[in-house]
T-cell receptor
């Protein structure tokens, strides 16, 4: 089975600062999608950003961007100008599988 | 508005009882999924279905069963064989064309008393 690893169970960041969440995955496929999802306290899963593996360019969605290193099978999420509303669980996902998640707390 | 509806949101069950969680979608999506989430853990895949009348086991299928008689519906039954069923259950679907993006319901919290 495909595996997804998030090695940071918890992280915190000061409001307005930048934080990077790490994710690695394992696959022998060459074309696939990678995702970051956010789960706030409401527990509703929300798509943050998507990366297509055959695209060289890193995906960006407003304050959220990824650093996709295909050869290293690494897919980190960078959150710039962190806001209190970014406090949530963040999950990296690949091929129906999810990492264990990183609990991010944004401090005022 | 299109979406995925899970019911009930909260469910209590006595040990030894089977319980069925409902998942209905009006997004016209082919593929549907069931995940289990435990505190401090990620989502673990229970079952998935890519087409009506067909489904496959995920990583933790033991003690669970599903059916897919209609495109819109993918109910999950938690049987008495599931040793530790207390958890948060999420249903999801993937639309066409297949981007791989999962759309989620709001989840069902099952507690075994």
């Amino acid at each position: 089975a495909q595996t997804v690893t998030q090695s940071q169970p918890e992280m915190s960041v000061q409001e307005a600062e930048t934080v990077t969440l790490s994710c690695t995955y394992d696959t022998s496929e060459s074309n696939y999608y990678l995702f970051w999802y956010k789960q706030p306290p409401s527990r509703q899963m929300i798509l943050v950003i998507r990366q297509e593996a055959y695209k060289q360019q890193n995906a960006t969605e407003n304050r959220f961007s990824v650093n996709f290193q295909k050869a290293a099978k690494s897919f980190s999420l960078k959150i710039s100008d962190s806001q209190l509303g970014d406090t949530a669980m963040y999950f990296c996902a690949f091929s129906m599988r999810f990492g264990a998640g990183t609990r991010l707390t944004v401090k005022p | 508005d299109g979406g995925i509806t899970q019911s009930p949101k909260y469910l209590f069950r006595k040990e030894g009882q089977n319980v069925t969680l409902s998942c209905e979608q009006n997004l016209n999506h082919d593929a549907m999924y069931w995940y289990r989430q435990d505190p401090g853990q990620g989502l673990r895949l229970i079952y998935y279905s890519q087409i009506v009348n067909d489904f496959q086991k995920g990583d933790i299928a033991e003690g669970y069963s599903v059916s897919r008689e209609k495109k819109e519906s993918f109910p999950l039954t938690v049987t008495s064989a599931q040793k530790n069923p207390t958890a948060f259950y999420l249903c999801a679907s993937i639309g066409r064309p297949n981007t791989g993006e999962l759309f989620f319901g709001e989840g069902s919290r099952l507690t075994v008393l």
